[in-house]
């Protein structure tokens, strides 16, 4: 099995199965030209000539539904499945030589006519202060520092200039009780990992209900 570079993001393969049939058919039929003959996949896995094959008897019982005759559908819908099954094992296939050089994966899975998955952007975790649970609570969330780390809490009921030390938490949040409502409490957090121990951040500000 492949050692994947964990610095280099894997690529995986996305079927994109078109829902109308034509379009299918055409999908099919795209993915076996662009593998026929191509240097990246020597021996592909199911044989593309099973591929093709498959594709044709789709587009032959297609046809045959179009003209509504008795059955036809679902011989139709039979063809779809044999076709989606071979089209499973291909991207197996081309996944597995995609993961043995990774750095050129996304290309590497284009050209077979497949698309490459797309990865949702996270959105940044930023520093917050929201009501808690329960009246007087604060309920906190820091940027998550590393895999490994700790954090430490304090918050001032003076604008900052005395701070209060809360209890410290392995998790970038916490939740901090028995707060004075009404009041506008200053938060602010900082990290320690294995590399050292980080700055205070800046204070931030919440009306405590």
Known sequence: MPTINNSIHRATVSLNIPAKVADFIAYGTSVVHAMTDNPAFP???PAL???SAAVSD???AETLALTKV???V???NDKRAVVISL????RGYVQAIADATPENGATIIQSAGFAVRKVGARATRVFSAKPGPVTGSAKLTATIAARRASYEWEYSLDGGKTWVGAPSSLQAKTTVAGLPVGTSVLFR???VTKT???DWSQGLSLLVK
């Open 43 to 45: 021996t592909p896995v």
């Open 49 to 51: 000539s099973a591929l």
């Open 58 to 60: 789709l587009q032959a």
């Open 70 to 72: 008795k059955g036809a």
């Open 74 to 76: 679902a011989a139709r």
């Open 87 to 90: 089209l499973q094992q291909l």
């Open 189 to 191: 957090y900082k990290t």
């Open 196 to 198: 050292g121990e980080g």
